[in-house]
């Protein structure tokens, strides 16, 4: 649904930046799928530590090539938001969604994740005023239906 929203408001084509987003989701379903298993052995604070030991390799070259001529010129405001999306969203955040995977099984429980895209839109159209069209609300609808019977399957976890 989702892909068939994004070739419609794409004009029927494929770009760089959607070849990008589909390696991001791939990436994250692999890392759910090993940080739900993990999880199951040892607690989500250490599954998400060791993740982001592991991606040093990736993370540290990147950030080296992509870092900005002048630091200084950065408001307070944005260090602050930095910090926040690093330490609580990408990191202290994990520590009970890994939990929370572990406990309710990775395929069922990372549907809701689904949900956040159409939250963070509600929220924007909301405070930010941004106008969405009706086909974006009947995606997110759309979307929202699938998850909730995705939910309501029953779903065997093998030994």
């Known amino acids: 649904m989702v892909t068939a929203f994004a070739l419609f408001r794409g004009n029927g084509g494929f770009e760089a930046g959607d070849l990008l987003l589909a390696a991001a989701v791939v990436s ?3 890392g759910y799928t090993y940080s739900g298993q993990l999880a199951r052995t040892m607690p989500g604070w ?3 530590s060791w993740a982001l ?3 040093l390799p990736i993370s540290v070259p990147v950030t080296a090539l992509r870092w900005p001529d002048n630091i200084g010129s950065f408001q307070p405001q944005t260090w602050f938001a930095f910090a926040y999306v690093t ?3 990408q990191y202290v955040g994990f520590f ?3 939990a929370g995977l572990a406990m309710g099984g990775v395929a069922r429980v990372s ?3 689904l949900l956040q895209s159409f939250l963070t839109l509600a929220i924007a159209a909301t405070l ?3 106008r969405v069209g009706w086909d974006t609300w009947a995606t997110a609808i759309i979307v929202v239906l699938i998850v909730l ?3 309501r399957l029953m779903v065997r976890r093998s030994a």
């Open 46 to 48: 250490v599954v998400i």
């Open 111 to 113: 549907q809701v994740q």
């Open 128 to 130: 930010n005023f941004e």
């Open 149 to 151: 019977v995705g939910r």
């Open 87 to 89: 330490i609580m969203s």
């Open 28 to 30: 994250a379903a692999v």
């Open 96 to 98: 009970a969604w890994n």
């Open 53 to 55: 030991v592991l991606a």
